[in-house]
C-alpha cells in the first residue's frame, strides 16, 4: 500500500486521513506551520482547537508540515481550500510532488465577497483549479476527482443508497487508473466514476459548487449527491 | 390555457412549440426576420431550411418577430441563444413583456472561442444571464429552468425513467408556482422540481453546462439527467 500525504488539515482532510487510516495505509497530514496548529486556541476560547482534538483522537496519522508530508507520500491529496492551494504546493516544494499523483480534491472558491461565494475567476470558466495546478507542477500528474460532494461521502459512498457518482479526470491515463483503484476502496463502484477525459473537465466539476452550493442551502444538508440517469 | 409566445426558432423553440401545441396551447414562435427566416437556404444547398421544414409540418404554431410573439403570449418562453438573449428580448420591447412571466431556458454558453463552449464571462459566476434580464426588464417576472438538460427531456422527463430533476428559481413567488403547473403539464412531478429560491440560484443552474457537455462528451448522447440522492 502506497504512502498516503494529506496537505490541509480542515475536515476535508481530517476525513480522508481517518479513513484512509482505518483502510491500512500509511498517512501523513501536512500543515503551513504545526506548533502554530498544534498551540492555536479553539473556538469561543477553547484551550483546544478542532484540528489538535482530532489529531490527539486520531494519532496514527502522522503530522507535519506541507513540505514533510509531501515528502512522505507516494500519492498526494490535496485538500487544502482553493485559494491557498497553489501557495501550499509551493511549500510542499516541486521536487517532492515530482513525478507523484496529486489528487486534487479542492474548489475554488472565494469566499470574500460573501456567501454564496463565488469561484475565483482566473481559476474558472476558461481556466480551472485543477489546471493551474497542472501547468505550475508539470511533472507532477494531477487527477481531479471527489470534489463535487460532502467529504462525508467521498470517502464512504455507501452513506447514500443506491447509485450516485463520481467524475474524475486526467492527462494522465494511468494515474487516473490507480487513482480509481483507491476510490474502489472506498467504496466507489467502476460504473460511478464518470471519466470526463483530460483535465480541462475540471472546469466542468469544479463548477458543479455554485449549484451544489444552492442544492444544500434548499435541502439544509450536505448529505446529498447526484446520479446520472438515462 | 394562456397563450404562449416563443422567442427562438432553433430546436429548443420548435420542441416547446410542438408539444405546447400536443398540450393545447396556443403558440406563436417569434424569430428576428420573418422572410429572411422561411427563405434562407438549407444546409447543403438544400432549398428549405429545416426551420421552414418544421414550420410546415407545424402549421398550427403561429409565426411572427420577438415583437409580435411577445405582444401574443401571455407567457413569453426564452429559447434564444444565451449569447444572443438581450438582444432577442429588447426586440421583444419592454412593453410587450411587462407584467408577464418570462421562462428563460437559455444558457449564456460562448462558442466563439471553440468547443467546449465557455461561459460568458460577464454572465456568469458573479451573474447570470437570468439576473442580466431580469435588471434589464425590471417589471418582467423572470423564472430560470429547465436549463440543465437536454430539450426532448424539457417537455417529456418520461423520455428517462425514474427520478430526475429540474430546477427552478425567479425572485417572484407566484411566477414560480404557475411555471410549475406548467411544469407538471409537461410531466414534471412536484418532487423533482428543485426550488433553489431567487434568481441568483441561475449563477449555479446556468454553470452546470460545463460538466453537462462534458457527460454529453463522455456518453455521446444527450439523453441523461441528473437526479438528487440522499
Redesign the interface.
Known amino acids: 500500500m502506497k504512502k498516503i500525504a494529506i496537505l490541509g488539515t480542515g475536515t476535508v482532510g481530517q476525513t480522508f486521513a481517518t479513513r484512509l487510516n482505518e483502510l491500512g495505509y500509511d498517512v501523513m497530514i501536512g500543515t503551513r506551520n504545526v506548533s502554530e496548529k498544534l498551540s492555536a486556541p479553539g473556538k469561543d476560547g477553547a484551550a483546544k482547537n478542532a484540528f489538535a482534538i482530532w489529531h490527539e483522537e486520531n494519532n496514527k496519522t502522522k503530522f507535519g508540515t506541507f513540505e514533510e508530508a509531501a515528502a512522505f507520500g507516494e500519492i498526494v491529496l490535496n485538500t487544502t481550500q482553493g485559494t491557498s492551494s497553489l501557495n501550499a504546493l509551493k511549500l510542499a516544494t516541486e521536487k517532492n510532488l515530482e513525478g507523484k499523483i496529486l489528487v486534487d480534491i479542492a474548489n475554488p472558491l472565494d469566499f470574500s465577497?460573501g456567501m454564496p461565494p463565488?469561484?475565483v475567476?482566473e481559476l474558472?470558466?476558461?481556466n480551472s483549479l485543477a489546471e493551474e495546478i497542472q501547468k505550475t507542477f508539470p511533472k507532477t500528474k494531477v487527477v481531479k476527482t471527489l470534489n463535487t460532494m460532502w467529504c462525508g461521502i467521498m470517502v464512504n459512498p455507501d452513506l447514500?443508497?443506491?447509485?450516485?457518482i463520481n467524475?474524475i479526470?486526467s492527462n494522465d491515463e494511468a494515474a487516473k487508473t490507480e487513482v480509481k483503484l483507491l476510490l474502489n476502496k472506498f467504496g466507489w463502484k467502476d460504473s460511478n466514476i464518470?471519466?470526463?477525459?483530460d483535465l480541462s473537465?475540471a472546469?466542468?466539476?469544479e463548477?458543479?459548487l455554485?449549484?451544489?452550493?444552492?442544492?444544500y442551502?434548499?435541502?439544509k444538508?450536505g448529505?446529498?449527491?447526484?446520479?446520472?440517469?438515462?
Open positions: 465577497k463565488c469561484l475567476p474558472s470558466n476558461t447514500i443508497k443506491g447509485d450516485h467524475y479526470c464518470i471519466d470526463l477525459g473537465a472546469r466542468g466539476t463548477a458543479v455554485p449549484v451544489w452550493l444552492r442544492i442551502g434548499a435541502k444538508s448529505a446529498f449527491n447526484f446520479n446520472i440517469v438515462s
